[in-house]
C-alpha cells in the first residue's frame, strides 16, 4: 500500500470512525496490524512476534480497526445497484434485474465455438423431440440406447486405495 494512501486512511479512521490512539497503540500501528492480518492472511500469533503485542491486545485492536470501518462503510464502499431493464450497454444488458459488479468492473468472456449457439443450422435436432404426453408413443418399444447399471461392486484396487487413504 502507498504511505499516502495508508495515511489518508489512517486520518480517515480517526476523524470519521472514531478509532482513536489510546496511549498504548497507535492508530497508523492498529491500521497496519488489521491490514497485516487482511492482505496476508497472518495468523494471531505472527501479529504478535511482529508487532511484540499479546494476542489479546491483537484482537482487541483488530476489532476496534473493524468497528471504525463498519461506521464508515457508506464512505468507502459502493453500494450495488441493480441492472436497469431499459440497459442498452453490451456488458450488462443481459443481466437486467441482476447487481452488477460493486466497482464496475467488467469481465471479458470469450465463448468457445463448441458451446456458441448454432444459428446456421435451420433446424435443431432437439427441437423434434417430443415433450408432450400426447406426442409421445404409447406401448412401441423404444430402443435400448443406454446399458443399466443394475449392481456395483467394489474392486480389491478400490477397496486397497480407501484403505491407505484411511491410514
Given at each position: 500500500?502507498?504511505?499516502?494512501?495508508?495515511?489518508?486512511?489512517?486520518e480517515?479512521?480517526?476523524?470519521?470512525g472514531?478509532?482513536?490512539?489510546?496511549?498504548?497503540?497507535?492508530t497508523?500501528?492498529?491500521?497496519?496490524?488489521f491490514?497485516n492480518?487482511?492482505?496476508?492472511?497472518?495468523?494471531n500469533?505472527?501479529?504478535?512476534?511482529?508487532?511484540?503485542?499479546?494476542?489479546?491486545?491483537?484482537s482487541?485492536?483488530?476489532?476496534?480497526?473493524?468497528?471504525?470501518?463498519?461506521?464508515i462503510?457508506?464512505i468507502l464502499?459502493?453500494?450495488?445497484?441493480?441492472?436497469?431493464n431499459?440497459?442498452?450497454?453490451?456488458?450488462?444488458?443481459?443481466?437486467?434485474?441482476?447487481?452488477?459488479?460493486?466497482?464496475g468492473?467488467?469481465?471479458?468472456?470469450?465463448?468457445?465455438?463448441?458451446?456458441?449457439?448454432?444459428?446456421?443450422?435451420?433446424?435443431?435436432?432437439?427441437?423434434?423431440t417430443?415433450?408432450?404426453?400426447?406426442?409421445?408413443?404409447?406401448?412401441?418399444?423404444?430402443?435400448?440406447q443406454?446399458?443399466?447399471?443394475?449392481?456395483?461392486e467394489?474392486?480389491?484396487?478400490?477397496?486397497?486405495?480407501?484403505?491407505?487413504?484411511?491410514?
Amino acid at each position: 500500500m502507498d504511505r499516502n494512501a495508508f495515511a489518508h486512511l489512517c486520518e480517515l479512521l480517526h476523524t470519521r470512525g472514531g478509532l482513536l490512539d489510546d496511549g498504548l497503540v497507535t492508530t497508523e500501528e492498529q491500521v497496519a496490524t488489521f491490514l497485516n492480518i487482511l492482505a496476508h492472511h497472518k495468523k494471531n500469533r505472527c501479529i504478535q512476534v511482529r508487532f511484540y503485542r499479546s494476542g489479546e491486545t491483537v484482537s482487541w485492536y483488530v476489532h476496534r480497526v473493524l468497528g471504525a470501518l463498519m461506521r464508515i462503510q457508506e464512505i468507502l464502499f459502493v453500494n450495488p445497484t441493480l441492472i436497469a431493464n431499459e440497459c442498452a450497454d453490451n456488458r450488462w444488458k443481459w443481466f437486467k434485474g441482476y447487481l452488477g459488479a460493486i466497482d464496475g468492473t467488467y469481465i471479458g468472456v470469450n465463448v468457445l465455438d463448441l458451446d456458441k449457439p448454432r444459428t446456421h443450422m435451420a433446424l435443431d435436432p432437439e427441437e423434434n423431440t417430443p415433450t408432450d404426453v400426447e406426442h409421445m408413443p404409447i406401448g412401441e418399444e423404444q430402443p435400448n440406447q443406454f446399458h443399466i447399471v443394475d449392481v456395483v461392486e467394489s474392486s480389491s484396487e478400490w477397496t486397497q486405495w480407501r484403505d491407505d487413504l484411511a491410514e
